[in-house]
């Protein structure tokens, strides 16, 4: 059973990234990943040896998944999970994942909820979320320092989505446990 508090990607959103090209959409993830990397270095201390598995993301409101490895700053969007090798593979909305991200829902209680699903290394997947949640990161800011432009755009986007995008709290964002 999945959380009803958690809001579903927007159709159009879904959408939009079935027709998106995953080369930018990887490129731009990876810079981002790195940018986080360089600014909160205690996430790979935190993760140790762990940083070097390979994190499958999945997302159950939108036709993409991501792989993550942490160790090199490397994103890579693809259409399926396929036969990607992985470690680790999570499964869940983007809400789920970025409100984990975001501080305001407890992993532990995504993942007893069944809003997010684990399987493979779980050391590894509470290697990964003890050290997101140390650093505390806060996305739409971290986005808006690399392309300013885009600031207004994710509030709006964060606001007709109801997905969390920044650790500030939403206008109607249900918080629990």
Known sequence: MTDPTLPVLPRPLA???????????????????????ARHPGILARMGS???KRFLLEFTDAPLVLMLEPATGRVSARRAAGLARHDAHLKGCVA????????RVDGDALFFEGSLQVS????????????????E????AEIATLAPPLRPALGLAER???VALSR???AGWEEHA
């Open 168 to 170: 500030a709290r939403v």
């Open 15 to 37: 959408t939009a990234a079935r027709v998106m090209p995953l080369l930018p959409l990887s490129l731009a993830l990876s810079a981002l990943a790195r940018r986080l990397l």
């Open 50 to 52: 762990q940083a070097r």
């Open 120 to 135: 493979g290394d779980t050391e590894a997947v509470l290697a990964l979320r003890n050290a997101l949640d140390d650093a």
């Open 96 to 103: 789920a994942y970025l409100a984990m991200l975001h501080g």
């Open 160 to 162: 007709l989505s109801g």
């Open 137 to 140: 990161i806060d996305l739409a």
